[in-house]
């Protein structure tokens, strides 16, 4: 709040305003501590870091034990990627709606996802599933996000709903297909589970990977998955809770 006062406080004759701008100077109150100024010189703000962690759904731990999340609710468009078995792609789902994400499941294997359904329910933060090609507009909002996931098989057709804002779309791929290289091209991020020797030296290619990572591809644990992203990799393992091994079974790459 501005406050304006008297360009000659306290003039004579008017004992009551020199007064009254001493207190407006002293702010109406007591007067504080002084303290010093805290202040970093130029060659200081680059060793300033804050304590700021992820946003997202946590879909496992690094090598070193430290979580792993994947941020699906964004208000810019988010494509994503997965060569992987249903388990893990069901875990993300299920995860996601438990942030507060409507998911909606495109798929032609319906009996497979509907133990989720019948956990999750339908509406806000449930689950809806649809047959391939019939998933409507979902009206995606910064207080109702979405997550699509196509689980169309091997060579996905293309969707009729697209990722936008708040509205994500993980596309799962059980192996690599002819539609893959199309595919990681638009995706923002890639996972892939444990694939052939020659699988994984076609993907390593498409993505840039060192030797060293495509040669791990094919002998990966289950529930393990190498996430890349530009030139970021990162192992994850995925480790089910009490509730989720209920409902979908221990990790497994085979479906």
């Known amino acids: 709040m501005a406050v304006s006062t008297p360009s000659t406080p306290g003039a004579p004759?008017?004992?009551?305003?020199?007064?009254?701008?001493?207190?407006?100077?002293?702010?109406?109150?007591?007067?504080?501590?002084r303290h010093g100024r805290h202040a970093l010189s130029v060659d200081q703000v680059d060793a300033l870091s804050l304590p700021i962690g992820d946003d997202g759904v946590v879909i496992g731990a690094d090598a070193q034990g430290r979580l792993?999340?994947?941020?699906?609710?964004?208000?810019?468009?988010?494509?994503?990627?997965?060569i992987g078995g249903l388990w893990t792609a069901q875990i993300i789902a299920f995860r996601a709606a438990a942030t507060g994400a409507r998911v909606a499941v495109e798929t032609g294997r319906a009996e497979a996802w509907g133990q989720l359904v019948r956990a999750l329910g339908v509406g806000p933060s449930g689950m809806?599933?649809?047959d391939v090609g019939r998933v409507p507009p979902l009206g995606a909002s910064a207080g109702s996000p979405v997550l699509v996931v196509r689980d169309c098989g091997m060579r996905p057709p293309r969707g009729r709903v697209v990722s936008g804002p708040?509205?994500?779309?993980?596309?799962?791929?059980?192996?690599?297909?002819?539609?893959?290289?199309?595919?990681?091209?638009?995706?923002?991020?890639?996972?892939?589970?444990?694939?052939?020797?020659?699988?994984?030296?076609?993907?390593?290619?498409?993505?840039?990977?060192?030797s060293g990572d495509v040669g791990s591809l094919p002998s990966l644990a289950d529930g393990v998955t190498l996430w890349c992203a530009d030139r970021d990799r990162q192992y994850v393992m995925t480790q089910a809770t009490d509730?989720?091994?209920?409902?979908?079974?221990?990790?497994r790459r085979m479906d």
């Open 68 to 82: 792993a999340t994947l941020g699906v609710n964004r208000p810019t468009p988010y494509d994503i990627l997965f």
């Open 128 to 130: 809806a599933v649809y």
């Open 166 to 210: 708040w509205q994500s779309v993980l596309t799962v791929l059980p192996y690599l297909s002819p539609v893959a290289p199309r595919l990681i091209r638009q995706a923002r991020l890639v996972g892939v589970q444990r694939v052939s020797p020659d699988e994984a030296t076609q993907i390593g290619r498409s993505l840039g990977l060192p």
């Open 13 to 33: 004759g008017d004992p009551g305003r020199g007064s009254f701008a001493a207190a407006v100077r002293g702010g109406f109150g007591l007067t504080g501590p």
């Open 243 to 251: 509730a989720e091994t209920g409902l979908l079974g221990t990790a």
